[in-house]
């Protein structure tokens, strides 16, 4: 680039050099020559007229590694890796190649899981999974050793500083070590010792590359944590002010033994907080003075009424403001990384414009997979102001196209509209039927019906009657209806457009399942009895009646993703917890264990003689245990219900010491947290929802509308032609067959041009897009004001139209 | 004003005339000569130079008039009455001002407050207020006659046509109906029947004057029904089909009553819905096997995570719509009455401006307890454009300036400025002591000292003894210290200043109560106990460090108003509910009653013998019963904590009939609206409160600074001798000592002119017009389009500075 001055005057050439060089070539350039970065690519300059080709070839090589440069920096952008962790030379490179594949990936996935997983097996380990010592010892280690190679790739990539620096990778490392040492220790000695720090397993499940969102739930969980701590002090406090005044008031009656002591006092009413000993609590005060109420109902409506929503206002406040913040960066990072691709991609000739060879040279490295229709489809509908280049606006909109399906729009409306002429009025008989209001009021009916026949003859079961194994006749009749009902919507719809609805995906699998519930009835196999009882889910297609639950259900499954991933950050949470627990109260609790604590009754288990009859009067609660993970996952999950887990305190705490409290205390306040965000983010994902779609007043009546996001193109027959020349001669792309394809369906067509529609569903991004529109284009002015880089000086003449003009389609 | 055109080149005649007169004069009018309404008030025009005084009082009283009808609008703008309600001749007027005064709004409430406390004595009441049938059934005659007598006054206000159309009204005459029926029923039988009618009573205090607040939030509740409804659905849906599968999964075990029936496990999972049952529902399940858990978890996963947390969202939703609607229309309706009162109030030769003395008039009738100053320096902070006369545009900000409590700016700093040398030096050290940094940390670390040695010292107590009545030493040091500072603080600030902030005035209560409470410790007072027991609270100053919660502690005092509404609004759901509880399930539960029931142990008191010890091992359950008003509201809170409410409507329902969950149940759902309605709103307003403080940058950091709404006007001296002339001579206003206090004051204070100061404590509604501010804008427009009425077409020049300046003061 430096002295781009001297090629300035070549203009017309076919093969252009790029702008900017990668810098693995850069650095290929220095090692070679070190100290000259001037020196490019060892490429000598070709003559006009008569290109040398082993120039041409060297030429081709360097574009090649542009390409590839270019699309680490998009896929950086996407992921939101900082630049700074960009791979600087050669070496780096292939580390970096090495540890950015799907492979990769799922290989360092798997490793984390089977760590995490381990824990089944581990000493207090599930029964039938139990595995000797040295078994899951070794397995550990194996496990161990991976992520140090996985550790060790990294290193390669991101160099030794950069290392260091990166905080993440650090604590990966420490904790790597540790678990490393123990686990030689645990092999050596040939038994577990007390592992808290298994814990910290989950560590490297957040570290992986696929758990990118987790890793920004807990961010945002931590961003919410400082104002969240302060309400929390105000709760504390309030807390121990009413302690004292609770013990001061009630602890002259003997038989409260919720105030007998400070401590007492402080624990009740922090169980009082949680209402999970509500009203027990107040009880033995509200017989001897029935105004004793009103310290109880005090507390409460200033507590549990008051402060705890406080809580709610406060996080829910602070997330919006940090899912703002995330999605600005998140927009501005990744207009960075088109910006430094952009760089990559212009060639000296034309500075200002990326053509559809270097676009197409990018897309073979960014998406391996796509065919080179598509590259050649999204190209053109990134190419919206119809120049043969792209300018740098046109392509910051690289992301939205990306992830089109691009299919060509059918000349006719329907499937069958080749088909001869009596099929045809037969099959379009059908599609008006189906299509038909009525025929789905039929079946709302029919499934209202359903409905209601399940529910009497469910209540006719009562008397205790197991499933008899004969296949009641209102089962086949309905199931005939449905299996009718799917027959028809697929020959009427063509079987394409049928199943691109999500409601029509619901209706097929419920009426598959139920077919086979209707075989495993038939043929009397018991562990399929399941998916008979599922049969009530076929009532949910009523709710397609009504707007309202159309919108809700739909938004549900936009933020799925996030809720999948919510949920993941609660399970890693429940896993460090479940290990700590295990460590420390496994096998306290047992039946009749806590026959001294107040809890005592729940842990009974005794044969109790009433009149001539002895029944076992049982507790149960010795089944909330912590004797391994998957008991302790339950346990953890009462826990989080809240209601009653102080007995599950008490219990353990009377078998062990009064500090135990503090671990169900925290993990109480640890997932009243995530539980607050959660809220938070349903509450705020449903606002935002109803918000964009009153803003917009979008169209939502069409219940088997598709609302995604869909793009249009259109493809004349010629450009279709030269884009195979060019494909075929200037690239050297093998596999055209795609391409080849588009050609013969254009011919074939008899029209001069196809539309091709390129769809994708929408995500949370799109709507942010929309919604803030006007903020988007503020943040986009900063930004460029501040970030304005010294590259982009020599492109101040963006967008002017004679320049694009001047350029070809390659 | 129909033949306005004669009397319009009457200009500089002393006396002007109003352009519309008041309706109640046209009223008068028509009766002395039928069909003329162009008689105007019986007033021979008055000829210039020689007024006629038989004329000019004839015109007085016609101002009086109009006076007085611009002063029903206002209050009709301001309690947002509708404008068809607005009385409409001389007799609706005697009559509604009759019925609009805070005597009759008293009246109104006691006699509500009465009919709803007698359900105190009623049949099953509380013990020590029990009355004999013929006292109670007399005063609740005596009350609903009252309450006709209302009724009547206002059918002679609104005429017989409004009255019927007015739904409410119309209610609450259908309701005393039945009551009064019901009540001589009473006193004929001398015996009470199954009066679930009293559960109407709610209605009497809802339609008070003074519950407007209530009103209005039980509108707000039903205006977020239908969504609610949708939602709440959605939720029984997927219960039901939950209780199928449970039944058919669980019914075989024998050991599990939760799911022995369908009726059982639909009641099960209503319950599972609020908690109050988990784990226990789980554990028989989970006891054979550990996989019928996931059941369990999914199913709380829908319900409880996400579709309450959905039913939270609508809600928040629609609130927030509803606020803003709510808001629009209430400023808009105050628009309006602004607008009828400035057509009453204009003169005919100044048809587009209001002055001084009108305005005078209008006050004397809107806010007669307002001294002559005020009403002037409210004038004048209307009158910013600082013409003689105020434009509608002006006027406008009626509403904002009429609640302003005025005070002379002080010329100097401090109260003690005027004091002799010496004591000026003391008072301005104590002032700089107490307002400084230092002190206040001080006394902060006090409280921190104070509060740790209060928690040792309860701590110490521990071994149960009870109060010693000796004082500690500990109590009287910091009791004197908080004294101390006290006396410092109002000496160096001076009283005015110091109780002017609400957490010195918190300060100072907490310190007296203190004394009190040393008081009673010395004198060994019993019953004066519970204010020792208050000393923690002391504790809560150390709040004031921090901003947030400054922040969080000024927002509630703000809502507390709000938020009283609504707490009085759950309080009459819970009336409605108690009285037909009382009516159904008074005295069915006692102790040891429902051995039959599953609950059975919670309502068990039975002596227990263990090793050689007898205990009383007691259930305590049978005291949430509904044996009196006061008992079923306690029984009725603990049902709204949710926790447990099972076990009182298990014990219930087996002492009479299923039919009884329903109850349970309805009150079950209705509280979950109340509070889901609780929590929007708090999350709303903490939510705006943190945009407004964002939005406007607040500088919140002076924990004294007062933030209200203020006013500043001046006043030159001879603008205040001026009016005093004019309110002696031409008004004839006979107390006239707050405006000569003024003369003298500004006389006194050497100066020319006086700074006034006007403050009111900001509210919402402030709040929400600078948050809307744009959006106001566009409604007054949309609102003036849509509404201009022809009245105003006469005010077309309305602002034009030349005709205001043509114009004198009075």
């Not at 905080?167 to 645990?186: G, H, N, P, Y």
């Not at 592992?195 to 989950?202: D, F, K, M």
């Not at 259900?553 to 991933?565: H, I, K, N, Q, V």
């Not at 080849?740 to 074939?748: H, I, N, P, S, Y």
Request: hydrophobic share 45%.
């Amino acid at each position: 680039m430096e002295n781009s001055s001297t090629f300035d005057n070549m203009t017309g050439l076919t093969h252009d050099r790029p702008v900017q060089t990668s810098s693995f070539c850069q650095q290929v350039a220095s090692v070679d020559a070190a100290g000259n970065y001037d020196v490019v690519n060892n490429v000598v300059i070709p003559t006009p007229g008569a290109p040398d080709p082993r120039a041409q070839n060297s030429l081709r090589q360097s574009w090649e590694m542009n390409y590839q440069e270019a699309a680490i920096y998009l896929q950086e952008g996407e992921n939101n890796d900082k630049f700074f962790t960009h791979p600087r030379n050669a070496q780096a490179l292939s580390a970096y190649l090495f540890a950015h594949n799907h492979l990769f990936y799922v290989m360092e996935l798997l490793t984390a899981v089977l760590l995490m997983l381990l824990s089944l097996s581990e000493a207090p380990a599930v029964p039938f999974l139990r595995l000797d010592v040295y078994v899951h010892a070794s397995l550990e280690l194996l496990a161990l050793a991976t992520v140090a190679f996985e550790l060790c790739m990294k290193l390669r990539w991101l160099g030794f500083h950069t290392f260091i620096r990166h905080k993440r990778t650090m604590v990966k490392a420490s904790v790597l070590f540790i678990q490393f040492i123990e686990a030689i220790v645990v092999l050596v000695r040939q038994t577990s010792h007390l592992r808290v720090t298994r814990a910290l397993r989950p560590i490297f499940l957040v570290d992986c590359r696929y758990c990118g969102a987790v890793r920004r739930n807990l961010r945002q969980i931590f961003q919410s944590l400082p104002p969240f701590i302060d309400i929390l002090l105000l709760l504390l406090f309030f807390m121990v002010i009413f302690a004292i005044l609770g013990f001061c008031l009630f602890s002259a009656n003997t038989a409260d033994p919720y105030f007998s002591t400070l401590e007492n006092s402080i624990v009740s009413l922090f169980v009082l907080v949680t209402t999970a000993n509500f009203p027990d609590v107040m009880m033995p005060a509200y017989s001897k003075n029935r105004w004793s109420c009103i310290f109880f109902i005090v507390y409460l409506s200033i507590e549990l009424y008051f402060i705890m929503n406080l809580l709610l206002a406060v996080v829910f406040d602070t997330f919006n403001g940090v899912e703002k913040m995330k999605f600005k960066s998140l927009l501005l990072h990744k207009r960075s990384a088109v910006e430094h691709a952009f760089q990559l991609l212009v060639g000296r000739q034309r500075p200002d414009g990326v053509c559809l060879k270097q676009f197409d040279g990018l897309m073979r490295f960014y998406r391996p997979r796509m065919t080179a229709r598509d590259r050649f489809l999204t190209f053109k509908a990134l190419n919206r102001s119809g120049a043969s280049m792209l300018s740098l606006q046109d392509f910051y909109k690289l992301y939205e196209v990306i992830g089109l399906k691009w299919k060509a729009r059918r000349s006719g409306e329907h499937w069958f509209d080749d088909l001869p002429r009596t099929a045809f009025l037969i099959l379009k008989g059908i599609n008006l039927l189906v299509k038909s209001k009525a025929f789905q009021y039929a079946m709302y009916l029919v499934v209202a019906i359903n409905g209601i026949w399940i529910l009497v003859e469910t209540n006719m079961l009562n008397d205790g009657v197991a499933w008899t194994h004969v296949v009641p006749w209102s089962y086949i009749i309905f199931l005939t209806i449905y299996g009718v009902e799917v027959l028809l919507k697929i020959t009427g719809l063509g079987p394409l457009k049928y199943f691109s609805s999500g409601w029509n995906l619901f209706d097929f699998s419920v009426t598959v399942f139920a077919f086979l519930g209707l075989i495993a009835l038939a043929f009397d196999m018991e562990p399929f009895y399941f998916i008979v009882v599922l049969r009530p889910f076929q009532l949910l297609r009523l709710f397609k009646i009504k707007q309202r639950y159309r919108n809700v259900l739909d938004t549900m499954f936009e933020l799925f993703p996030r809720m999948a991933s919510l949920g993941l950050t609660l399970i890693i949470f429940y896993y460090s917890f479940a290990i700590v627990g295990m460590e420390f109260f496994a096998d306290v609790v047992y039946p009749n264990c806590c026959n001294t604590s107040t809890v005592a009754d729940s842990y009974r288990q005794i044969n109790v003689t009433i009149g001539n009859r002895t029944i076992l009067d049982e507790g149960y609660y010795y089944l909330n245990n912590f004797n391994n993970i998957l008991s302790s996952f339950v346990t953890l999950f009462e826990l989080t219900v809240v209601n009653n887990w102080y007995i599950t305190m008490e219990g353990v705490t009377s078998q062990t010491t009064h500090w135990s409290r503090l671990y169900f205390m925290t993990f109480y306040i640890v997932t009243m947290v995530v539980m607050t965000i959660i809220v938070a983010f349903i509450l705020d994902a449903f606002v935002f929802r109803m918000n964009y779609s009153r803003k917009n007043r979008e169209p939502l009546d069409d219940p088997e509308d598709e609302k995604g996001i869909v793009f249009e193109t259109e493809v004349s027959q010629t450009e279709a032609l030269q884009t195979l020349d060019l494909y075929k001669h200037t690239l050297g792309v093998t596999n055209l067959s795609s391409l080849q394809d588009m050609c013969v369906a254009l011919e074939r067509s008899g029209h001069s041009s196809l539309v091709f529609l390129g769809r994708r569903s929408r995500t949370k991004s799109d709507l942010s897009m929309k919604m803030y529109e006007e903020e988007i284009q503020e943040w986009y002015e900063e930004y460029s004001r501040t970030n304005l880089q010294p590259d982009e000086t020599s492109h101040r003449e963006l967008d002017s139209p004679e320049v694009s003009a001047a350029n070809s389609i390659n």
